[in-house]
Nanobody, 127 residues
């Protein structure tokens, strides 16, 4: 069973919005830190947003601050990324991830902190 499944990607015009969701299949994931990352063609995977296990702390890359929000519903075992004012440079494959080692803190900004990954969902922003 795939532990994380993303949905909600697609094609949108610049200035538009999309909401990504990630459903986790393991109940223990509700106690872990979660994050969203993205990877554009020819580029390394980069941090987008992270959220602590209780949802009280959130972290964002400078490039998305003020435009993206991250939230989680531990009862439903989901994490979401609301993306507003999208730009062509936001085009990438977006991945949700779970960290079994870090429930909060700046470690959630690091790719290496995560040990479970979804399969990714494509987001394309046209100019």
């Amino acid at each position: 069973q795939v532990p994380l499944v993303e949905s909600g990607g697609g094609l949108v015009q610049a200035g538009g919005s999309l909401r990504l969701s990630c459903a986790a299949s393991r109940r223990t994931f509700s106690s872990y830190g979660k994050g969203w990352f993205r990877q554009a063609p020819g580029k390394e995977r980069e941090f987008v947003a992270g959220i602590s296990y209780g949802g009280g702390s959130t972290f964002f890359a400078d490039s998305v601050k003020g435009r993206f929000t991250i939230s989680r519903d531990n009862a439903k075992n989901t994490v979401s990324l609301q993306m507003n004012s999208l730009k062509p440079e936001d085009t990438a494959v977006y991945y949700c991830a779970v960290s079994s080692r870090y429930s909060t803190g700046s470690s959630l900004l690091q790719v290496a902190s995560y040990d479970y990954w979804g399969q990714g969902t494509q987001v394309t922003v046209s100019s």
